[in-house]
Structure formats: structure tokens, C-alpha cells
């Protein structure tokens, strides 16, 4: 790969350099750990992963990490999996989150938006007092330390304080949306045995209410272990028989008590898509979170009490558990309820606009679909607080960046991070303090070494390869539910690299310290034997005015042979002609290579995608193999499953 773009498309000036709370924590770091004090962000991630147990003990300092038994050291068994982090330490998540309702209590904590897109304040104090009343009637149903409390809950204040509460008694969180049927939620609760299911009647989304209270029904008569169902009539209904209502549970004026659990005590379980069998259960810590997103929150995204921090997510995203944590930093959280595009593609920046937002996240699929659709940001909202613009969900494609430096502001921070649920973070992404260059992420994260590897395990710089991080991660998963062995864990990441985490991505690590992220590796495209990341051909064809969305797949064959079909998703009124046809191979042929033009190109009525918004590229790689359907996805993780069907019947032909 060569490097372009020896411009960076933005610059932070000495004054913001200046004030970033990452210049800040150097300078301290330097002077109290020995951290170096000149060289800039480079040499602070240097010190960050070669003095690893130094560098996570600075964290917890800078941060002020309340410790009720101290820790004997920062890091015991260093190996991965199995890292130990703070052994001997006890703390609490919650107690933290809550910590700025002792000087800030008449402040807002939440600002709740529905589709109206006006705005609802909750205050700190309101805040501590729900969580305090909630977390004692849970402990009257007698949760404990361990147990599993479930939601099944939109982006609403309820959420946060369901969570906090269940954190506080040292109970374990986990949270599906409710535009998840059935199927999929008992495919992941079921896992994990709750004893307590949050539950909304219904949800407001474009436009429409959607009654779920036959849904609920059947997840309290196939979840055994539920002692208790809490009813949150955001539709209005009546509590359901046997259920407890939520006004009843929060009306307490009452203190929260916080159980302080070790430092690796679980706090949430996140699932993995689960495309191709059940979603993975991961089991990450109290400490492990707290720690690691003081980190990216606090420096990484420069947020404080000051900021407004929106990211349009919903709760069966991992982006919903770090949005909550902003307000570890004491930053006011925007919860969104209601559809990105609704009542047009533009609503998004009208919710950034009228809550005031610093920081405002969303994903590369809808910045692109605001390109496509012609929006103007900065003409038609006042959009003076917004910051920075941070994407995630896919890599952010090189126009996405040119529009946003263009239609928001010229002196915009954009940030394309990227990470996993498997950590509830960030590998690489923002950093305030560095330039921003088209089509790559700044930098690797403080306390993450991440290199691009050959398949041999020798690095590479300015080259394609496998994402690895070669040192533990304080959020690293602690497990998977019932994987006792630690089998399914250690073939999910440590597998191809023993004692290293492999992530299942391309990137570039950049001569100049950035990273390019180029699509998943177990879905790679493989001509003639040069590699390439399907985010690559997305992100040339999508430019097409006629192409709303593409999916492309490479297919080794029994004769040796390699079959590269392009589908296209189009949009209203094109039609894949001979004309569109040539211009799709043409572009492909001059934005990228000859090697890259599909076998076929293939008109399809729509794009599968997993249930947060991920095209499905290896279950739909594995029904053109001839897998069956029942067998190449697991039908409950898919946005909409009939899709599926039209690839079924195309590899049927084709046998």
C-alpha cells in the first residue's frame, strides 16, 4: 500500500492541542510514572504498552478510581487469554458512573429524545435516586452478587437506571432492543438465565407504534428462572398480570447502596452476532470497563462535564453500553429512541443541534446515506457545539470523510473508530491531539498494541494484514457464559496466533502511525492471490448514484477456480442496464484494479444484515457453497431473513 493524502484534511490547532485532556495527563504522567514528556501522542502510546502495568496504574490515578480494598498489583498472570487485572482490588462500576450527582446534582445526567426530537432533562440527583430506590427492591427479590438481570428495553432513561441498579448490587446487566423478535432475544437471554426481565409494552419508530406485548409473553413462558418481570408502559398499557410496574420500584427516596465486587466481577454480557450459531455470551468486568472507558472516554474522546455526548445506538449494540459510560466522565448522555432517519434522513443532526451535542457518534452507513440523499449539516443546523463527528459499525470511506470536512465544518474532528463488542471498545481511533488523514483511523488506542501481522506473525507497516493486539486489555472478556474450558473463547480470538488476540480484520498500520481498516479477514477476497477487503469495492460502487447498497463475495471453487459475484441492491427507478454495468466495472477498474472487477454483477432485492446494521458477507459466502440455510445462518440474528432466500435459490441454479 502506498500512502496518500500527505495532507491531512485537518489539523487540531496549539490551542486545542493545548487543552485536550490527553496533553494533560502526559504532562502528569511524565512527571509522576515516568512517562516521556516530549514526542507527542507517539511516545505516550509507546510508554502506554511497553510499561503496561505502569501506564494502567496512572489511569486509575488520573481518574481518581475509588478502590475500597487495594490492589497487591496491576497485572498478575499477564497471559491471553487469562490476564489478571487488579487482583486483590474491589470497586464498583455504578458507584462511579454516579459520582458527579455529588457536585453536579441539579444538572442534567440524561437528555431523552423521542421521534419529536424535543428533548427531556434528567438531572444527576434524579438520577442517583432511581438507581437507589431500583437497586434496594432488587434486593428485596433477593438478586445477589452474579445474578442475571435482563432488559428488553429501546434507548430510554429506564435502560440506564435498570443497568446502574442491577451494577450496583453486583447483579450481571444484559439488554436486547425490542425490534428483536423472539427467537433472538431467547437465543441470547436463555444463555444466561435471568432472573429479572425489564420489559417495555411497545416502541415508537418511524412514526408507528409497535405493540410487543405478545413478544414479552413469550419470553416470560420461556425464560424458567424470571422471578420477577418489571412492566415500563412506554405505550401506556396496564401491567400485565404477575408483573411489577416500574413507577412502584423507582418512587423510593432512597441513597443507593453499592456492593463493592473484586475487580474482574462481571458486570454485563454482550453477545456476538451469532449469524452462524448461537451468539456468544461475553462476560466482561466492573473494573475492566471502568477502567478501560475512563480511558477512551476521558482522553481518547477529550469528554468532561462540560459535554453533551451523542451516539445514535440502540441496546443490542455494544455502542449503547459505551454511550452510558460517558457519564463515568461526567459528561451529559443523549439517549435517542426512535429511528435514524425519521422524520427524514436529516434527523440525526436536528437531535445533534437541539440537545447541544460535543460529541456526536453515528455510523458510516448513515453518513453516507446523508451524502447520497443530498443533506447540508451546516446550512439548514446550528451545529456550533459539534466537536468532533465520530463513525464506527464499518471503515468510514474516503468521501464519507470529504463530506463531513465539507457539508458540517472544515474545522472538524472526525473520528472513525473501530473495535468490537468482544472489548466494548476501541483498538484504534480517536485522538484529539493528531491530525486527521482521509480513509484512516488516527491512531491504536493508549495501552493497545496494535499491529497488522503476516500470516507467519511478523508485522507489517504500510501493508495489508491481520489485526492483532499482542498485550491483555483490561475489558478483554473474563469469558464466555458456559464455556467452562475457555475452549470457545480461546478459538474465537487466540487460535491462529497463540497468546495473541487476532481480531478477524484487515488493516494497514501506516508508516505515519495511522490505521486503515479494509473489512473482515474470514470474508476475504482472495484473486490470484492478492488479498483484498471488501469495504474497498463497497466504498468505490456506493459512489454510484444508482447503487443504494452492494455485497460482494469470493467463492473458491472444487476446480481450483474463484468466483467473485458483485450483488447490487439499486436505488428507486435505476435499472442495471448495460450502461450501469460498464460503469460499475469502470469504476472499479480505476479507483482500485483490474483484479478487483467482479465475475458477475447481480441484481439483488436487498442486502442482508446481522441485527446492528453489519452486512452478512460469510453466511451469505456459505449458502452459495450449498450450505443449507437452516445450517449457514442462524435465522434470529438477521435483520430480515427472506433476503436470504433469493441467494438460496440463485446457488440452487447455479448447482
Not at 444484559?174 to 423472539?182: K, N, Q, R, V
Not at 437465543?187 to 409494552?201: A, G, N, S, Y
Not at 424470571?226 to 420500584?249: F, K, N, Q, Y
Not at 508508516?511 to 471488501?534: A, E, K, Y
Request: hydrophobic share 40%; net charge negative; proline share 7%.
Amino acid at each position: 500500500m502506498t500512502i496518500e493524502n500527505a495532507q491531512p484534511l485537518w489539523q487540531p490547532d496549539p490551542q486545542r492541542i493545548a487543552d485536550a485532556q490527553i496533553t494533560k495527563f502526559q504532562a502528569w504522567a511524565a512527571e509522576h510514572h515516568g512517562a516521556p514528556a516530549q514526542g507527542g501522542y507517539a511516545a505516550l502510546h509507546r510508554w502506554s504498552v511497553d510499561e503496561l502495568d505502569t501506564f494502567w496504574k496512572a489511569i486509575t490515578e488520573w481518574f481518581d478510581v475509588r478502590f475500597t480494598s487495594p490492589y497487591t498489583r496491576v497485572l498478575g498472570d499477564r497471559s491471553m487469554p487469562g490476564a489478571q487485572w487488579f487482583p486483590g482490588a474491589t470497586l464498583n462500576y455504578a458507584e462511579h458512573a454516579l459520582r458527579a450527582a455529588e457536585t453536579r446534582a441539579d444538572e442534567p445526567a440524561l437528555l431523552h429524545v423521542d421521534e419529536t426530537h424535543e428533548f427531556r432533562p434528567v438531572t444527576w440527583a434524579e438520577l442517583r435516586r432511581h438507581v437507589g430506590s431500583l437497586a434496594a427492591e432488587l434486593r428485596a427479590l433477593g438478586v445477589r452478587p452474579g445474578d442475571r438481570v435482563s432488559g428488553y428495553l429501546p434507548n430510554i432513561p429506564q435502560a440506564v437506571v435498570a443497568l446502574l441498579a442491577t451494577a450496583a448490587v453486583g447483579g450481571v446487566w444484559t439488554s436486547c432492543a425490542p425490534d428483536f423478535g423472539a427467537r433472538s432475544v431467547l437465543d441470547r437471554f436463555q444463555q444466561i438465565e435471568p432472573v429479572v426481565l425489564f420489559t417495555v409494552d411497545g416502541y415508537r419508530y418511524g412514526g408507528k407504534e409497535h405493540d410487543r406485548r405478545a413478544v414479552v409473553t413469550e419470553l416470560r413462558r420461556e425464560l424458567p428462572t424470571l422471578r420477577a418481570v418489571v412492566h415500563i408502559p412506554l405505550l401506556g398499557t396496564e401491567a400485565p398480570e404477575g408483573a411489577l410496574d416500574w413507577s412502584a420500584l423507582t418512587a423510593a427516596d432512597q441513597e443507593p447502596v453499592f456492593e463493592q465486587v473484586p475487580f474482574d466481577h462481571p458486570l454485563w454480557v454482550l453477545y456476538s452476532s451469532g449469524t452462524t450459531g448461537l451468539p456468544k455470551a461475553i462476560v466482561q468486568s466492573q473494573g475492566g470497563i471502568l477502567v478501560e472507558h475512563l480511558k477512551q472516554l476521558g482522553l481518547h474522546c477529550d469528554l468532561g462535564p462540560g459535554d453533551r455526548f451523542f451516539w445514535y445506538t440502540s441496546t443490542g449494540w455494544m455502542m449503547w453500553n459505551f454511550l452510558v459510560s460517558g457519564l463515568l466522565t461526567g459528561t451529559t448522555v443523549v439517549l435517542y429512541d426512535g429511528s435514524p432517519g425519521y422524520p427524514d434522513t436529516a434527523a440525526q443532526w436536528r437531535i445533534a443541534e437541539r440537545t447541544g451535542a460535543t460529541l456526536y457518534g453515528t455510523s458510516a452507513a448513515y453518513v453516507m446515506a446523508c451524502r447520497k440523499a443530498g443533506v447540508h449539516p451546516s446550512r439548514d443546523f446550528d451545529l456550533s457545539t459539534v466537536r468532533c463527528v465520530a463513525t464506527t459499525g464499518s471503515p468510514l470511506p474516503p468521501d464519507g470523510f470529504r463530506w463531513l470536512h465539507d457539508e458540517v465544518r472544515d474545522d472538524l474532528w472526525i473520528a472513525s473508530v473501530s473495535g468490537g463488542t468482544d472489548v466494548c471498545s476501541c483498538f484504534a481511533g480517536a485522538v484529539p491531539t493528531l491530525p486527521v488523514h482521509i480513509g484512516e483511523l488516527q491512531a491504536p488506542c493508549l495501552g493497545t498494541d496494535l499491529q497488522s501481522w503476516d500470516p507467519s506473525g511478523k508485522p507489517l507497516v504500510d501493508e495489508v494484514g491481520e489485526l492483532v493486539v499482542t498485550n491483555p486489555m483490561p475489558s478483554m472478556p473474563v469469558h464466555f457464559w458456559n464455556d467452562p474450558e475457555g475452549t470457545r473463547y480461546h478459538d474465537s480470538y487466540f487460535d491462529t496466533y497463540p497468546g495473541v488476540w487476532r481480531h478477524g480484520d484487515w488493516i494497514t498500520v501506516t508508516s505515519r502511525g495511522s490505521v486503515v481498516i479494509h473489512g473482515r479477514s474470514d470474508s476475504t477476497l482472495n484473486r490470484q492471490g492478492v488479498r483484498m477487503g471488501s469495504a474497498d469495492i463497497y466504498e468505490a460502487v456506493e459512489r454510484l448514484p444508482e447503487i443504494k447498497e452492494s455485497l460482494v463475495i469470493g467463492i473458491e471453487q472444487p476446480d481450483g477456480g474463484y468466483w467473485m459475484p458483485l450483488f447490487v441492491h439499486l436505488a428507486p427507478g435505476a435499472v442495471l442496464d448495460d450502461a450501469l454495468l460498464g460503469r460499475i466495472k469502470q469504476t472499479i477498474r480505476e479507483q482500485l484494479s483490474p483484479r478487483h472487477i467482479p465475475d458477475e454483477i447481480i441484481e439483488v432485492p436487498g442486502v442482508p444484515h446481522t441485527l446492528t446494521g453489519k452486512r452478512i458477507e460469510v453466511p451469505v459466502k456459505r449458502l452459495l457453497q450449498g450450505t443449507p440455510l437452516d445450517k449457514a445462518v442462524n435465522p434470529g440474528s438477521i435483520d430480515n431473513l427472506d433476503l436470504l432466500h433469493f441467494y438460496e435459490d440463485l446457488a440452487r441454479k447455479r448447482a
